[in-house]
């Protein structure tokens, strides 16, 4: 496995082929590689100070790469942490969950509310309604619930990351109105 521009570029390509990411996910998935590369050549009784000395080396042209490949529009990270944040939120995750998420992908704090704030993003009620949905709680079981069982709906949904507020809110709607407030939260 070599280390040199070329290869190190491939790699970044292959992976975008496969995988949506951002430079920060990039540059990790080249510093495994590089970090790969380094414990094969120790393994293979490589000088140490000769492996330290050319892994700076790889991770500077990784670095670089990624910066070519951003410049490129390649990589975009306001781009993928819309479609990162529309898929949490669809899938019922709160903005907190959500911010988390984009935080351990490499995405800046002020990116990741851009994207939340996006207009094909959902809201913070619709995606407690998509949760409540999935879990089959609140607006979506059949019974009207004992007052531990609402207790326990409102822990599942403060755990998701949801403020007490929405919690309520979500949990209090009737049938009707919490799909109709999903299907308008979809659009056209």
């Not at 709160?94 to 704030?117: F, I, P, Q």
């Not at 949905?133 to 949801?162: D, H, N, S, V």
């Amino acid at each position: 496995m070599k280390l040199d521009e070329a290869s190190l570029r491939e790699a970044a390509l292959r992976h975008l082929s496969r995988f949506s990411a951002t430079e920060a996910g990039l540059r990790r998935v080249l510093g495994n590689r590089i970090r790969r590369w380094a414990r094969a050549a120790e393994q293979a009784g490589q000088d140490p100070e000769a492996i330290r000395t050319e892994s700076r080396a790889a991770e500077a042209r990784a670095a670089t790469i990624a910066a070519r490949l951003v410049q490129a529009g390649a990589v975009d990270d306001a781009a993928f942490a819309v479609a990162r944040a529309r898929r949490l939120r669809g899938a019922g995750r709160s903005s907190a969950a959500a911010l988390a998420h984009l935080a351990a992908k490499g995405v800046s704090a002020e990116t990741a509310r851009a994207a939340l704030a996006h207009e094909e993003v959902p809201d913070e009620l619709t995606a407690a309604l998509l949760l409540c949905r999935r879990r089959r709680i609140g607006p979506f079981t059949a019974a009207e619930p004992a007052p531990e069982t609402r207790r326990k709906w409102q822990g599942i949904l403060g755990r998701g990351g949801f403020g007490g507020g929405v919690a309520r809110q979500a949990l209090g709607m009737e049938r009707a109105e919490a799909e109709a407030h999903l299907i308008a939260a979809r659009g056209p």
